[in-house]
């Protein structure tokens, strides 16, 4: 069965200090992997996936196969940065437009 | 903004009643899918539209059931409504959504929180 998790629902982190937020995936095959973001009173947005390799608001996340990981990484978290993270995947097993959500990470930056 | 719309915005309603949700997509988008966001379940995948023609199907159960209409708006029709339905509903759209070896980027609505009594 394919699923994600995201084994953090808040991670509190100061302004300027790293952060990870932590997603794996159960998957058989080669998934395509994507984190959503939700900002306060705002819709659902797409922040990135791993086929196109950007860097999105100064965070990246990298695609482990061996580890099936999909860790979002920012190296100095800023106070817009809070608000709810979601990773998902989708691919052939899935239906390609069928998404699959985690739980999500809430991340609260604090001054 | 996304310009994807959905109505209404809150709904309140009493167990065994019936309520249909709205969702306009983006101009031009083809597909529309919903999905289901409740406390214990999360962000569920519910159906998914493509310009009139059901193209696949999640965890939506048979008192559930949605259509997409020649103007590509989709509706989503709850019947038999139990309190476990209370949850905030999204729809998506995305320009493509046939069958393929891709996926599309989805662009979320503000979604419809129904509230069961």
């Known amino acids: 069965a394919q699923r994600v998790t995201q084994p953090e629902k808040l991670l509190s982190v100061f302004k300027g200090a790293p952060v990870e937020l932590k997603c794996n995936y159960s998957y058989s095959g080669s998934p395509e992997l994507f984190w959503y973001v939700q900002y306060s009173r705002q819709r659902l947005q797409l922040l990135l996936r791993h086929i196109s390799r950007e860097s999105i608001k100064g965070f990246t996340a990298d695609l482990n196969k061996g580890e099936t990981s999909f860790h979002l990484k920012k190296p100095f978290a800023q106070e817009e940065d809070s608000a709810m993270y979601y990773c998902?995947?989708?691919?052939?097993?899935?239906?390609?437009?069928?998404?699959?959500f985690g739980t999500g990470t809430r991340l609260l930056v604090s001054p | 903004d996304s310009g994807v719309t959905q109505t209404p915005k809150h709904l309140i309603t009493a167990t065994g009643q019936r309520v249909t949700l709205r969702c306009s997509p983006r101009?031009?988008?083809?597909?529309v899918y919903w999905y289901q966001q409740s406390l214990d379940q999360g962000l569920q995948f519910l159906i998914h539209y493509y310009n009139g023609e059901e193209r696949a199907k999640g965890n939506i159960l048979e008192r559930f059931s949605a259509q997409q209409f020649p103007d590509l708006h989709s509706e989503l029709n709850l019947s038999s409504l139990e309190l476990g339905d209370s949850a905030l509903y999204f729809c998506?759209?995305?320009?493509?959504?046939?069958?393929?070896?891709?996926?599309?980027?989805?662009?979320f609505g503000p979604g419809t929180r129904l509230t069961v009594t």
């Open positions: 998902a995947l989708s691919g052939r097993n899935t239906g390609f437009q069928k998404l699959v």
């Open positions: 101009s031009g988008d083809l597909s």
């Open positions: 998506a759209s995305s320009a493509g959504g046939l069958a393929g070896e891709m996926s599309y980027e989805q662009y």
